[in-house]
């Protein structure tokens, strides 16, 4: 017991961890896009419970908000309303490129591994409190990121709004439904 | 303790998987979805070092990243519908127009 | 101004009516009276300078000076260095001079000139206003090539006029050139005297190397002083400045052209090949006489040709049916005792005889062209006779000139080849330079000469005028005398042809060496060789006797008078030309050899000209094929050379450019097989590139 509650920290993390490569896992080689797309859910889920555990409850919030309710649903809307038929009792993996491809895999990230070696850092949560100060002061992570938001990096939030404009006229673009899109002479989908 | 390393060692791994999966599986959908993967192991990177150097910096700079997922969610799915309404298909291999 | 100042005037006046002629009244075709009118001016007003300058020299300065009138340098070469070794200056003068011997020459070549210009008036007066025009401008321009000649005071001014009255003997010769052979005969003559005119210029050169000057005034003293120093270069000169003579004075071996110039005109054949251009040579021998009085051997050699001359021509005018051919061999064979003359010492006598023969001979051809001119053109005396009676001016002055070239006394003929055959044989009798005996020959030579000359040219008036005209009918009717212009020079030629001669009476027969004038007159050039002590006379006077002489002055005139018999016996009476028919039958061989000139041209012919025109093939065959091989050698060898280039550039210069082409091709093809369009494919292939930089960034780390 005592053990648990000494280690609580490392032991929430190596569980969440785990539960997240596994769903990570689950996201690369489910079939059924429906199941890929739940597993996915949960690794937002559990990326969300390492913030939090990482101070940044401001972001675990945008994550579950953007990420879980936001993405997953148009993800699975997606599959749903373009009736994405099933790929078949064909492969999951395309063959000749799989073996291949987890070898690029690896050695990019054994080479990261390197780096990662290579560089000295030190254990320890420094930086908790400061996570929720701005000046000095103590005023909680989420108002301290919107100070930082729109007083030092508004140009680069004014520009990604710009960016999320586009895309969503990008969106509908592509998701007109008119003879371009669809090639000469062929039926458009209602 | 757990420290930067650790979640930078997951952080490496979901991004491995994430990459592995963008170049092997033959579902577009899914294709997708391995890239968001990839966004999700990159914010745990700039949480875990916003945490332990103490700068909100990458806080915010991972609250941008979301904010760019999303938008090219929006995009990717839309190339999804209308490669679907031009192939009816969602096998990625099917769509090398521009092939030569 | 004197007019012996202005003797350069004197060839110019000709000169200027030569171009008026020619480029005007040539080109208009004016009238014949302006063209003769110009003509005459020209010639005319050359006689009147020409002998206004001599009486006035004669008066003012005296027959001892040489007169010398220089126009202007002519010719400015550098320094030569002539045999001696001195440096000398080539300065050579437009100059002219007057002396004795050039004022004679004056004297006679611009009156006959002038005479025979007013004839050709007459007899050139069927020809159309152009061809008028023509042939009194190449007279006169003859005059005035002519007049340069004599008139010159060094040899190359000689050489101007000689190589002139070259050119005018070509233009007046082929004055009919639409007819063939008239244009054959005008070649013949230009180039047999090129041949004479090659050795001339060799004489030119050579008389610099040796005297640094060309210049009668200075070489002939030079010379004259150092007799043995320039012997052996004076024999050189002499024999060189002969061979011009040969071909300008139509001697042995180059007289051929001589006959074939009767193709001319008569009037043309009258003033150069009779009075003038022909005697040119014996005046260049004249008047380098000092040259030749240093050489006996160049003596000799004039001599003898002179004399062999002489007999060969007249045996074949023997025997010559056309009457100029007669009179063409009658000239050759006095030139020859003109050079006769010269080659024995007798230099005063040679142009005494140059005088002389200018009026008989001129005479003789005037009065043959008057013959032709009324017979209609008929030129074979064969087809003549009896024209005594249709044409008694030209039957008179005719037989006057005759009598004359025959050597009868009084006439004029006779003094001055008397004279020559006297040198001649005084030259055996004092065994002049050693040759004595080779000079009694020529002298034997000589006389049989002046017996074949009387002979033919009595054959000549006797088978022209006398007896029945054998012309036919036709022609009889057209018989007629001349008209003014062309008795009125006969005369005058022929009242010279009797009293002309007084000028040169041997007075020394009479004791009075004072009555001749010709002698006392020419005495100043002949000037005192080394230290001889008598002026001018190197031949012995005392060699004959006084007797002796006046033996031989009665055997010329009988041996003349014989001929002439012999040619009455032939060619008059009821047995006209039976006889010499028959002395042809009886020597069959040697009529034909005469008949036909020993065949020199045929000679010639076959030797000479096919010699040089075979020599002249062979270098043209050498040209054509090896040098022109060669050419074409190296065209063909560029041909080659750049076929072989080209194929190098179309398989190795293009296979390389191909080459590249090709690699990139292949290049691309194996690229083309990265752009699957398999959006995957890419994806792994940025994760390796990810992982290679991401190891050279370590490895640039580590080091």
Redesign the interface.
Known sequence: MDFLVANFGAILFYVVATITVAAAVGVVTLRNPVHAAVSLLLTFLMVAVLFVMSHAEFLAAVQVLVYAGGIMVLYLFVIMLARIKDLGPGKVFLSGLAPLAVLAGVVLGCLIAIGILLGSMAAGDGGAAAMTAVDGEAIGNTEAVGWLLYLKYLVPFEVVSVVLLVAMIGAIVFGRRDAALAGAGEEVEP | MIGATHYVALSLILLCIGVVGLMVRRNFITVLMSLELMFNAVNVNLIAFSFRLGDLAGQVLAMFVITIAAAEAAIGLGLIIALVRLKDTVALEEADEMGG | MKFYDLIWLIPILPLLGAICNGFVSNRLGLKKSVTHGVALLGSGLAWLLGWAAIVQWILDLGIHHTHVVRLYSWIQGGSLRILDGSLAEVDIAASFQLDAVSALMVFFVTFVGFLIHVYSIGYMHDESDRAYARYFSFLNLFMFSMLVLVLGSNLAVLFVGWEGVGLCSYLLIGFYFEKDWCAAAGMKAFIVNRIGDWGFLLAIFATFMVFGTLEFTEFFPAAAAHPEHFASAATLIGLLLFVGAIGKSAQIPLYVWLPDAMAGPTPVSALIHAATMVTAGVYMVVRCNVIYRLSPTAMLVVAIVGGLTAIFAATIGLVQNDIKKVLAYSTVSQLGYMFLGAGVGAFVAAIFHVLTHAYFKACLFLGSGSVIHACGGEQDIRKMGGLKKHMPTTYWTFLVATLAISGIPIFAGFFSKDEILFKAFEAGASDLNRFGSAYYVLWILGMVGAVLTAFYMFRLVFMTFHGEFRGGEEAAHHLHESPWTMTMPLVVLGVLSIFGGLVGVPGKLFHHPEWNLVERFLEPILLPIGHAAEGGHDVSHHAVSFGLEWGLVVLSVAVASFGIWLAYRFYMGTEALVRPQRLAEHFPLAYKLLLNKYWMDEIYGATVISGTVKGSRLLWEFDARVVDGAVNGTALTTVGSSFISGIFDLRVVDGAVNLIATCYDVASRWF?KL???????Y??VM??G??IL??VY?LF?LN
């Open positions: 083309r752009q699957v369009g398999f959006a995957q494919g994806a792994m994760v390796f990810a992982a991401l190891a370590y780390k």
